[in-house]
């Protein structure tokens, strides 16, 4: 079956800082790949979709300057958190779309556990 | 806007027992439907998936799920669960080329 992966799977960094997510679709290509936040005995929660070439869209109330969100190609998104802040802390996911090979399913990859001290 | 409801926050059930969980979507139109399953600490994993056809459908692990348009349900069954079956258990819906929807989530628990 497809195959998303993610890195890193677990970082922690400090207040302030920066840190890069990577998604990516390794046996398929992706015009389309999600990010999600995923809090503790909770459902997912849509954060932006990212479009190759294109601007994400980003869903309300989630900042996009905070949030950056790159897909420069049909197989690699990144997730960016500009500082950083302990609020930021969650497990953040992403999927890819699979249209071609799959029909229309989305892919998910194995998430990433953000700490913010 | 579209939205998924599962009816169950959390099941309990023994092993050998049979299993149901609810979901019901509120768009009228033509749908794709899915259940995803989340292991305890492992990622989201595609357990079966229905677009046209036989609305019975057959997935992995014995899962199967029956698509009922005129009950906008599409339904998560098992004859016998396990106590490996212990996951979280997503059901979501799409339009064709719009963003997914996923309900909130039904917790399974197996006690052996």
């Known amino acids: 079956g497809a195959v998303v992966s993610q890195h890193p799977s677990r970082v922690i960094c400090k207040s302030g800082t920066s840190v890069k997510i990577e998604c990516r679709s390794l046996?398929?290509?992706?015009?389309?790949m999600f990010w999600y936040r995923q809090f503790p005995k909770k459902s997912l929660m849509l954060m932006a979709t990212?479009?190759?070439?294109?601007?994400?869209?980003?869903e309300q109330g989630v900042e996009k300057d905070k949030f950056l969100i790159n897909h420069a190609s049909l197989t690699l998104s990144t997730l960016t958190v500009t500082s950083a802040h302990p609020e930021d802390s969650s497990f953040y996911i992403c999927?890819?779309?699979?249209?071609?090979?799959?029909?229309?399913?989305?892919?998910f990859g194995p998430g990433t556990r953000l700490t913010v001290l | 806007a579209q939205s998924v409801s599962q009816h169950n926050h959390h099941v309990i059930l023994s092993e050998a027992a049979s299993l149901e969980l609810g979901c019901n979507y509120s768009?009228?139109?033509?749908?794709?439907l899915f259940w995803y399953v989340q292991y305890p600490g492992q990622h989201l994993q595609l357990l079966l998936k229905?677009?046209?056809?036989?609305?019975l459908v057959k997935g992995i692990k014995g899962f199967e799920a029956e698509f009922i348009k005129s009950k906008f349900s599409f339904n998560l069954r098992k004859p016998s669960v396990q106590w490996s079956d212990t996951a979280e258990y997503f059901c979501?819906?799409?339009?064709?080329?719009?963003?997914?929807?996923f309900g909130p989530g039904t917790r399974l628990s197996v006690l052996p």
């Open positions: 990212s479009n190759e070439g294109s601007k994400a869209t980003y």
């Open positions: 979501a819906v799409s339009l064709y080329g719009q963003n997914f929807v």
């Open positions: 229905y677009f046209s056809g036989d609305p």
């Open positions: 999927s890819a779309r699979d249209i071609q090979t799959t029909g229309d399913t989305q892919y």
């Open positions: 046996d398929f290509q992706a015009t389309t």
């Open positions: 768009y009228g139109g033509t749908v794709n």
